[in-house]
């Protein structure tokens, strides 16, 4: 038995973007297609095959130690995006506020997804979760310039709905409407604790 098991949950690519490698700020820009190399959508500030380490993993490594990139793209789910924004007491949220390179729609508790589960499209582009992607106070920057008193409510609101990380396992290209079929670990929850 394949230790990644199909599952029947299918999500649909409902936006896509990313955040140039020139630009300071946090805000993707809206894409009709991402072509994915090893490294992550190609020409995303994100992207690479390395990265600087951040505070996601300062309990292994010094801030800046240079480690795997394992967070070349940020997955949202358009479910949880509008949770959010109720939550924050606005009608929507904009994707690219949120720094987005992809949102999908269709997979429930999707921030939640267990580490290493992988969404493959069709022809076999394939993307790796690494872990939940904590909130942080970047988008509240971008909504605040949207929305003013509004930017400071995001962490908050989009604690456990932050979507994940991922990396490309397999490259290809990802387009609007696409879908991508969910495979989840073939194991039981880990209950060593902490």
Not at 28 to 41: E, H, I, K, N, S
Not at 95 to 105: C, F, H, K, M
Not at 147 to 169: I, L, Q
């Amino acid at each position: 038995m394949p230790a990644l098991k199909p599952t029947d949950h299918i999500a649909t690519i409902t936006w896509l973007g990313l955040v140039p490698t020139e630009d300071t700020g946090l805000r993707a820009v809206p894409r009709d297609t991402l072509t994915l190399d090893w490294g992550g959508p190609v020409g995303e500030r994100h992207g690479g095959l390395t990265r600087a380490s951040c505070s996601r993993v300062t309990a292994q490594y010094t801030r800046g130690t240079e480690i795997a990139n394992v967070r070349q793209l940020s997955v949202l789910s358009a479910e949880e995006i509008a949770a959010t924004a109720e939550a924050m007491g606005l009608d929507a949220l904009d994707p690219a506020w949120l720094g987005a390179t992809l949102v999908v729609q269709g997979i429930a508790d999707f921030s939640h997804l267990p580490p290493s589960s992988r969404l493959q499209s069709p022809d076999g582009t394939c993307l790796v979760i690494d872990m939940q992607n904590r909130p942080c106070v970047l988008p509240g920057r971008e909504i605040e310039a949207e929305h003013e008193g509004h930017g400071k409510r995001f962490k908050r609101a989009a604690e456990g709905r932050r979507g994940v990380t991922a990396w490309v396992e397999r490259p290809g290209t990802l387009n609007m409407g696409d879908t991508l079929r969910l495979f989840v670990p073939d194991q039981r929850a880990w209950q060593g604790g902490v």
